[in-house]
């Protein structure tokens, strides 16, 4: 076999390790499913009919404008998971137990990413299904709905590579654990829950260029025919670039440890 060949069986033997820890200690994922669905259902129906108002429309009209906002909230939350389980290898020792075998060293990572953007995605799906069953109601073509599933499946991967180097540089578990803390308050400090004019200056001008918010704006032109502008093309440079500039730093990180 060529080396490309061996890091390709390697790294889908760790992705089959993260997919049978996720099976194995369930709690977590359904953690990270449930989160999302409770703020799903807490803004729609507790906050959804005034901020529905101030948006111009109602409750229904809330719950298409929110669902994008919890939809990165809820891969931000994800992110938490994936630094908790990195550095958790790595204080461990199971790490060190790889450094002697002979495997791909780029394969224990590539483990924890794909791993990872496999149940992002699964629990995104269930956010959609739920949001469809509470109202949510997008007029996207077949074409849209994929460059919406694909913008959001390349900020999964972003994100993703972020919380490695996260996991990477922690202490512990513990410190982990709140390292991603930030990325989950973005949404509310972008266009999420409510336009971005209506905040006051200084906050509307970070809402506005902050990565978060032409992600968001992208994905609901892509599923509601709302204006995207050039807000694809910026969604799909942060993306491109969180995840280029996380990869080369979580790998320094590992061959450093």
């Not at 993260?18 to 990270?32: A, E, F, G, H």
């Not at 529905?52 to 992110?79: E, H, K, Q």
């Not at 994905?219 to 807000?231: A, K, M």
Request: hydrophobic content about 50%; aromatic content about 8%.
């Amino acid at each position: 076999m060529n080396t490309l060949t061996l890091a390709m069986r390697d790294s889908s033997t760790m992705v089959r390790r993260q997919l049978k820890r996720l099976v194995r200690y369930p709690s977590m994922t359904v953690q990270l499913i449930v989160t999302p669905v409770i703020l799903l259902l807490l803004f729609v129906y507790i906050f959804g009919g005034t901020l529905g108002t101030g948006i111009g429309g109602g409750r229904d009209t809330y719950v298409n404008y929110v669902v994008p906002g919890i939809l990165l909230m809820a891969a931000a939350t994800a992110a938490t998971g994936t630094a908790v389980m990195v550095a958790t290898d790595m204080t461990e020792g199971i790490i060190a137990r790889f450094r002697t075998m002979r495997i791909s060293r780029a394969s224990v990572l590539t483990g924890h990413v794909v791993g990872s953007v496999i149940q992002q995605l699964l629990g995104m799906t269930v956010l959609i299904g739920i949001a469809l069953a509470i109202g949510f109601r997008p007029n996207a073509t077949v074409v849209e709905w994929l460059a919406a599933v694909g913008l959001l499946t390349l900020f999964i991967v972003a994100i993703t590579w972020l919380s490695v180097a996260l996991g990477l540089k922690s202490s512990s578990p513990e410190a982990a654990s709140n390292a991603p803390m930030p990325l989950v308050l973005l949404p509310f400090l972008g266009s999420g829950f409510v336009p971005t004019d209506s905040m006051p200056t200084v906050l509307r001008w970070f809402a506005d260029y902050q990565p978060f918010t032409p992600i968001m704006e992208t994905v609901r032109g892509l599923l509601l025919g709302t204006p995207i502008g050039n807000s694809g093309a910026i969604a799909t440079a942060w993306c491109v670039g969180i995840a280029a500039l996380s990869y080369l730093w979580a790998k320094s990180t590992f061959n450093k440890a």
